[in-house]
């Protein structure tokens, strides 16, 4: 029962390191970064995207400029314009800007001008957001608002989230990212198409990239829907009877624990001294006990694998689970059937009575409702912002499944995961895997619920010694906890 409890610390720090190491970092919209790379409407340098970094006004232009279509047209006319400071590179640019903000009106050749158009101070999100309403065809209305910022959210430009990244975060480019990336699903005013359409069918972007850019949005709001809908409610209500679970994982504790000793939590990991672990109940008092927290650490910094099969089929369990860590192999079956509990630990087999009042629900003791419906509140929104922390999205129809899979990863904290939902297309199966890489980790593991749950295939348990004791049944209603 010790390796279990340290199984449940180690698991928990992993997890605990791979949501801090991807929080503590602004850039959180590289996938969406990536998708307007490839649209040519958001290129980086040489440094990289530089999300976490503030965006120029020199940029803002040219963001503005490749968000009408005339990034080819302002390089070739060279529009002039009052400003003395602005470098060779943007020059095009800002002429092209200035000359726009004249047409539409917006500013007047009369007006006062200083010569200085500050190309490296930085472009408030105000100001970004007025430049992409404009190029959404808003000249005229931006200024009708008391704050043209209630216009952006209005129109679905920016909305409570984004607005509270830039609260926490600042207005970098990675808020620029997310901004251009919903701007491009909104449609042109007055016209009945969207930013993105428009800039295909002017040329100024790729029509297979423009088309690619849609579908995976388009799938994204398909599959947010699947998710909060009756049938997926059905199906986790149904998954309480007859579903098995595939787990295993592989991971380098001395890359998880240098990465939280490279946060700045106010805690050294090398001097926590004695810890009294006491908060796991197992229903008895000889599941308590004490170690050495810094001893742990230094033990732990070994690779660990761990692989575990879990089935529940109506009132029956069958679980196998096998592990290797610091060199050392183990392995454990556990069965549920007929009121007994039957244990094989390295080949010593023993069967213990579950007493008549214990009360031993199994749907109930191995319960993935809480576990699975966190599934449902997966948020990749409605098709636009959030759509652009996902990598990618694909959908496969075969004659009995709809399978979506989705891809996050962040080249940064060299973390990757993948996840696949397959519906079955009368409602009663749906089988969710996902896979995750981190910190020189990898976590796996597969869920299937409904009517392709096969029937358990139990051993024979002629050989299984009958336990001297009664058996003091522990607490396991929290099991998945740890996944």
């Not at 314009?81 to 050749?109: C, M, Q, R």
């Not at 809908?229 to 001395?254: A, C, H, P, R, V």
Request: glycine content about 6%; overall charge negative; some cysteine.
């Amino acid at each position: 029962m010790k390796t279990k409890k340290i199984l449940r610390v180690t698991i928990a720090f992993i997890l605990i390191a791979v949501l801090l190491t991807g929080s503590v970092s602004a850039a959180v919209y590289t996938a969406g970064a990536d998708d307007l790379k490839s649209l040519k409407l958001f290129m980086g340098s040489e440094a990289g995207y530089e999300l976490d970094r503030e965006v120029t006004n020199a940029e803002a232009a040219v963001l503005f400029v490749r968000l009408l279509g005339k990034e080819a047209e302002a390089k070739k006319l060279k529009l002039e314009h009052p400003f003395t400071d602005v470098p060779a590179w943007a020059s095009p640019y800002v002429g092209y800007l200035y000359n726009y903000l004249l047409e539409k009106n917006i500013i007047d050749e009369a007006d006062e001008i200083d010569g200085e158009f500050y190309p490296d101070d930085l472009c408030g999100a105000e100001d970004f957001c007025m430049l992409v309403l404009l190029a959404l065809g808003y000249a005229e209305d931006v200024f009708d608002y008391d704050d043209f910022m209630d216009l952006a959210e209005e129109l679905g430009l920016i909305d409570e989230t984004i607005a509270n990244y830039i609260g926490e975060f600042g207005f970098n480019r990675d808020a620029c990212v997310a901004i251009i990336y919903n701007a491009l699903s909104i449609k042109i005013k007055d016209k009945e198409v969207t930013l993105i359409n428009r800039l295909a069918n002017i040329k100024a972007i790729d029509r297979k990239a423009a088309d690619k850019f849609i579908n995976k949005n388009v799938l994204a709001a398909e599959f947010s829907e699947l998710l909060t809908s009756s049938f997926f409610t059905d199906i986790l209500d149904m998954g309480q009877k007859n579903y098995s679970m595939e787990y295993e994982m592989s991971f380098n504790m001395g890359a998880m624990f240098a990465a939280l000793q490279d946060l700045d939590l106010g805690l050294d990991l090398n001097d926590l001294g004695d810890l009294d672990i006491k908060d796991l109940d197992l229903g008895a008092d000889d599941f308590e006990f004490e170690f050495d927290m810094a001893g742990l650490f230094e033990a732990l910094m070994s690779d660990m694998k761990m692989k575990m099969n879990l089935t529940v089929f109506g009132d029956d369990c069958a679980i196998d689970m096998t592990t290797n860590y610091s060199g050392a192999d183990s392995a454990v079956s556990v069965y549920f059937k007929d009121g007994y509990l039957y244990m094989n630990y390295m080949g010593e087999k023993i069967k213990m009575q579950i007493p008549e009042d214990a009360d031993y629900d199994i749907s109930e003791l191995f319960s993935i409702s809480e576990f699975l419906s966190g599934f449902k509140d997966i948020d990749i929104g409605d098709g636009n912002f959030t759509g652009s922390t996902i990598n990618n999205i694909e959908k496969v129809v075969t004659m009995r499944y709809d399978t979506y899979t989705i891809k996050v990863a962040d080249e940064s904290t060299e973390t990757e995961i993948v996840m696949s939902f397959a519906f079955n297309h009368k409602g009663e199966f749906v089988s969710i895997a996902c896979k995750v890489k981190a910190l020189g980790s990898d976590i796996s593991f597969k869920i299937t619920v409904g009517a392709d749950v096969k029937k358990i295939r139990f051993p024979d348990f002629s050989d299984y010694i009958e336990a001297d004791e009664e058996i003091v049944l522990p607490d396991l209603s929290g099991i998945f906890n740890m996944f």
